[in-house]
């Protein structure tokens, strides 16, 4: 396997970064490829699983490699921690695609680093196969992520709670590792001349178009640029059900993508309050919270930037405060454009957003499945209540019906579409399918006792998740009343 591999990283920001080498495993073995990916990569769809094993393990480096451990500090349920960094990850440097972007190969799972804060560096299995379905999830669900390259079995036994269990490497694929905790530890350790090349870097990397203006505006349009990438994610998020579940500053990316696939989950019942992290005991990073937190770690990145959003502080304050108070706003305006669209609607009305926050009430209200609720609207346009309505607790919902009702109104009121064109536009953009919690659990079971065979199953369901297939009734169905409460882990 040839990784022509590029260093910009390791050599534009040397004080971000430690050179580092990953361990010595008994036994690589190759458990899962992304030949999908490997194709955009311009890598081979079919390796030699040996030398690929070892490569994407961190056991053996390219040529002229420079595995590193980047250095990155983070605000954590709230906390600031100045010193995080990549504890049991290497970046291995960056890969040049066909079309001459620039991704990260990134392992996750090497060994200890550093900064590693006391933990073992490892990973086991079943919360890296999570990391590799959620990633081509999400990249079928149109919302920008991180992907997975491959899943390395080490030949480790690794204890974790309860267990010892398989140990794993995760190569991960990224538009950029650069994070709100990338400019705060640079803030924090060496102050504005670092954080301006950060900067530099980072808008070269992902708007390489604003190295053209000049320095003052180059800097404000771009943390604009990426306080509209993570209002569009996070919409992209709540649009499909999906509760990050640690929306550190560290996991919140420059370039818009999702990252760090740790206790995440896809919500079934209709929530604003739900958690599925089995350490947020006080909601923090809920589903309903999400918009609040993004905000709430922009405004850390804002911070970072001051001195270089104006030389007058009292000006670069001002400015910043200004833009940080417009998020709920801009975030809101994002995310009913987004909720239009999932109802069928192409045209802006007065009364749009009053129809949109009741939809999502009534769905609280009747604990309503988020993604057949969704999905169900196609059958009503078709003419068909009985199916959305059965979701419901009470199936004649009183609430429910008079919802239908008004929303067919607001529907009279588009330019006229045949109701089976206006249904599958609304299947085009509602998903049929999700990774359900228990199908999840189900497949990370099996797959750690050796049986690879509903990973790969979930695996080909959610990769197609518009499509809705009779062979795959099963996967429609939310998770049996005695499964739960679900709560995730970070897998360390």
Same mark, same amino acid.
């Given at each position: 396997m040839n990784l022509d591999l590029q260093h910009h990283f390791a050599q534009a920001l040397p004080e971000l970064h430690i050179p580092w080498r990953g361990l010595n495993?008994?036994?690589?073995?190759?458990? /899962? *490829?992304?030949? &999908?990916l490997a194709d955009e990569l311009g890598l081979p769809e079919r390796p030699d699983p040996m030398i690929t094993a070892r490569l994407l393990s961190g056991m053996e480096t390219p040529p002229a490699a420079q595995p590193v451990a980047q250095a990155y500090a983070g605000h954590q349920f709230g906390q600031f921690v100045p010193r995080l960094g990549d504890g049991r990850a290497l970046l291995l440097g960056e890969l040049a695609t066909p079309t001459g972007e620039l991704k990260d190969l990134h392992l996750k799972g090497s060994g200890p680093t550093p900064f590693a804060r006391g933990g073992d560096g490892r990973a086991v299995l079943g919360p890296m196969l999570r990391e590799y379905l959620m990633g081509e999830a999400m990249h079928a669900l149109g919302i920008p992520t991180t992907r997975a390259l491959a899943v390395v079995l080490t030949g480790e036994r690794v204890f974790r709670p309860g267990a010892y269990q398989p140990g794993a490497v995760l190569a991960r694929i990224a538009a950029s590792h650069i994070r709100v905790g990338t400019f705060q *530890?640079?803030?924090?350790? &060496?102050?504005? !001349? +670092?954080? #301006?090349? @950060?900067? !530099?870097?980072?808008i070269g990397r992902h708007d390489p178009d604003l190295l053209e203006q000049p320095e003052k505006d180059r800097y404000r349009q771009f943390f604009q640029r990426v306080v509209e990438r993570q209002l569009?994610? /996070?919409?992209? =998020?709540?649009?499909?059900?999906?509760?990050? #579940? @640690?929306?550190?500053?560290?996991?919140?990316?420059?370039?818009g993508e999702t990252i760090d696939y740790g206790p995440c989950a896809f919500m079934e019942a209709h929530h604003p309050q739900t958690v599925f992290s089995s350490i947020d005991h006080q909601g923090r990073y809920a589903y309903g919270n999400q918009p609040r937190i993004i905000q709430w770690n922009l405004a850390r990145l804002a911070e970072t930037l001051l001195p270089l959003f104006d030389a007058d502080s009292e000006a670069a304050h001002q400015w910043a405060e200004e833009q940080v108070a417009t998020i709920p706003q801009r975030?809101?305006?994002? =995310?009913?454009?987004?909720?239009? %669209?999932?109802? #069928?609607?192409?045209t802006l009305q007065a009364r749009d957003e009053q129809l949109t926050q009741e939809f999502l009430?009534?769905?609280?209200?009747?604990?309503?499945?988020?993604?057949? %609720?969704?999905?169900?609207?196609?059958?009503?346009?078709?003419?068909?209540?009985? @199916?959305?309505?059965?979701? %419901?607790?009470d199936p004649r919902s009183p609430a429910l019906t008079a919802w239908l009702r008004r929303w067919r109104q607001r529907l009279d009121k588009e330019p006229t579409m045949p109701p089976k064109e206006r249904a599958a536009v609304l299947r085009r953009i509602n998903p049929a399918y999700i990774p359900r919690n228990h199908l999840v659990e189900a497949a990370l079971e099996a797959a750690t006792a #050796?049986? +690879?065979?509903?990973?790969?199953?979930?695996?080909?369901?959610?990769?197609?998740?518009?499509?809705?297939? !009779?062979?795959?009734?099963? *996967?429609?169905?939310?998770?049996p009343e005695d499964f739960g409460p679900y709560r995730t882990t970070c897998g360390t």
């Open positions: 495993f008994p036994e690589p073995a190759l458990v /899962i *490829y992304n030949d &999908h *530890y640079a803030a924090v350790h &060496h102050g504005p !001349e +670092l954080v #301006g090349r @950060v900067a !530099e870097f980072t569009r994610l /996070i919409s992209q =998020w709540m649009a499909v059900g999906f509760v990050h #579940g @640690v929306m550190n500053s560290d996991n919140t990316t420059l370039s975030f809101q305006a994002r =995310w009913q454009e987004t909720l239009r %669209a999932k109802l #069928g609607l192409r009430e009534v769905c609280t209200q009747e604990a309503m499945d988020h993604t057949l %609720a969704f999905r169900r609207l196609a059958d009503a346009v078709a003419g068909d209540d009985t @199916v959305l309505l059965g979701l %419901a607790r #050796g049986d +690879l065979q509903p990973f790969q199953r979930l695996l080909a369901v959610v990769r197609a998740p518009f499509e809705e297939r !009779e062979a795959d009734a099963e *996967y429609l169905q939310p998770a």
